[in-house]
T-cell receptor, first 114, second 110 residues
Framework: DAGVIQSPRHEVTEMGQEVTLRCKPISGHDYLFWYRQTMMRGLELLIYFNNNVPIDDSGMPEDRFSAKMPNASFSTLKIQPSEPRDSAVYFC????????????FGSGTRLTVV | GESVGLHLPTLSVQEGDNSIINCAYSNSASDYFIWYKQESGKGPQFIIDIRSNMDKRQGQRVTVLLNKTVKHLSLQIAATQPGDSAVYFCADSGNTPLVFGKGTRLSVIA
């Protein structure tokens, strides 16, 4: 199994531009999570899906952030427009059967907004 | 929501010594606890977990201790090696997505 795959690994963009982060979860995992990691705030849950349906998006910081999961093998996190304070490492994780069990994380996308 | 916290942000240990990383949690309803290891440039990786009906669980070179009375858990690493250098996170859950602490950075001195 290739694990959770995220792309791109690094993204540098200018303020105001749209950014799309991508994630392919492990096949058969019912849950998908998007986390953001910063030095100040640590790992924060942004949103999670169960069977492609968003369950809790209360961690999404602003309307500039949106996430979709059109099918069981793909999810996107979009920021439009991006701002310097969005600079962070964004992780996707998937879980086989429960929202609290057996997380596998991807390698993350390091986003820098200049 | 309730949060998971850590007593020490950094820990330096001599190679070969034992390491102890501590974690406090505040959610009384949590019944499942996990330790993750994050190496530089990588995502967090599962190390070991423990359920609230246990107070100790052992893995390979790692032991997790849970004290529900004071809401405290610890990760013990035996014979610490350079490859153990990383940030360690505890996480807890009461059947909701995991809440992570900010982590403890473990540095192994050769």
């Amino acid at each position: 199994d290739a694990g959770v795959i995220q792309s791109p690994r690094h993204e540098v963009t200018e303020m105001g531009q749209e950014v799309t982060l991508r994630c392919k979860p492990i096949s058969g995992h019912d849950y998908l999570f998007w986390y953001r990691q910063t030095m100040m705030r640590g790992l924060e849950l942004l949103i999670y899906f169960n069977n492609n349906v968003p369950i809790d998006d209360s961690g999404m910081p602003e309307d500039r952030f949106s996430a979709k999961m059109p099918n069981a093998s793909f999810s996107t996190l979009k920021i439009q427009p991006s701002e310097p304070r969005d600079s962070a490492v964004y992780f996707c994780a998937s879980s086989p059967r429960a929202p609290n069990y057996g997380y596998t994380f991807g390698s993350g996308t390091r986003l820098t907004v200049v | 929501g309730e949060s998971v916290g850590l007593h020490l942000p950094t820990l330096s240990v001599q190679e070969g010594d034992n390491s102890i990383i501590n974690c406090a949690y505040s959610n009384s309803a949590s019944d499942y606890f996990i330790w993750y290891k994050q190496e530089s440039g990588k995502g967090p990786q599962f190390i070991i977990d423990i359920r609230s009906n246990m107070d100790k669980r052992q893995g390979q070179r790692v032991t997790v201790l849970l004290n529900k009375t004071v809401k405290h858990l610890s990760l013990q690493i035996a014979a610490t090696q350079p490859g153990d250098s990383a940030v360690y996170f505890c996480a807890d859950s009461g059947n909701t997505p995991l809440v992570f602490g900010k982590g403890t950075r473990l540095s192994v001195i050769a």
